[in-house]
């Protein structure tokens, strides 16, 4: 079946303008996640939504960064008044959310954002 | 606050050997999974292998073991018989109790499989 996709792969902005990154869990996967990747660095947790229950923002670097996720579903990182620290790769994953399974992050392709 | 640490930033290893990655980690939380995601160069996380903190026996997945030492607080990952596609960052992770809500990840070790 189909994995875990995000749109768009790329892209390239200039400071001071606002993305949204979109993400496509698998479908049955209740738990979404966003992470962010910098350039030789680990990744690093922004937010994650269970099923129906308040997301975790703990991650979020700052209130330029908001995510929502519709229905339960498509996910979607906003990043306003983007600045050039933000240029990163952008990476969503999604799992069962619950029980050992829960355990299994599967990851998109990742959005690599360039702010200029 | 919980850690991972990885202080191997690149390894290399010869074609059909094995080799270990280490991985240690904190924290106080009694019930924890550990897990190892591989990166290669396109990009994509793989999921590898995952160990809970109560686990009786190490994980293991084909050619991927986890040595888990509970004490020593380490997980390392030990890949037999190294193939060229094995190349790649591979990266530890630990996700917190409560619900395993969001993993933590290490800043990775580079390994190169030479033919």
């Known amino acids: 079946g189909a994995g875990v996709s995000q749109s768009p792969s790329n892209k390239v902005t200039e400071k001071g303008k606002d993305v949204e990154l979109r993400c496509d869990p698998i479908?049955?996967?209740?738990?979404l996640y966003w992470y962010r990747q910098s350039l030789g660095q680990g990744l690093e947790f922004l937010i994650y939504f269970q099923g129906n229950s308040a997301p975790d923002k703990s991650g979020l670097p700052s209130d330029r960064f908001s995510a929502e996720r519709t229905g339960g579903s498509v996910s979607t990182l906003t990043i306003q008044r983007t600045q050039q620290e933000d240029s990163a790769v952008y990476l969503c994953a999604s799992s069962l959310g619950r029980g050992r399974a829960a355990n299994e992050q599967f990851f998109g392709p990742g959005t690599r954002l360039t702010v200029l | 606050a919980q850690k991972i640490t990885q202080t191997q930033p690149g390894m290399f290893v010869q074609e059909k050997e094995a080799v270990t990655l280490d991985c240690t980690y904190d924290?106080?939380?009694?019930?924890?999974?550990l897990f190892w995601y591989k990166q290669p160069s396109s990009g994509e996380m793989i999921f590898l292998i995952y160990?809970?903190?109560?686990?009786?026996q190490n994980a293991t997945e084909g050619r991927y073991s986890l040595n888990f030492q509970k004490a020593r607080k380490s997980a390392n990952l030990v890949i037999s018989a190294s193939q060229l596609g094995d190349s790649a960052m591979y990266f530890c992770?630990?996700?917190?109790?409560?619900?395993?809500?969001?993993?933590?990840f290490g800043a990775g070790t580079r390994l190169a499989v030479h033919p």
């Open positions: 479908s049955g996967h209740t738990a």
């Open positions: 992770a630990m996700a917190a109790s409560g619900g395993y809500n969001k993993l933590i």
């Open positions: 160990q809970g903190s109560y686990d009786q």
């Open positions: 924290t106080s939380d009694p019930s924890y999974g």
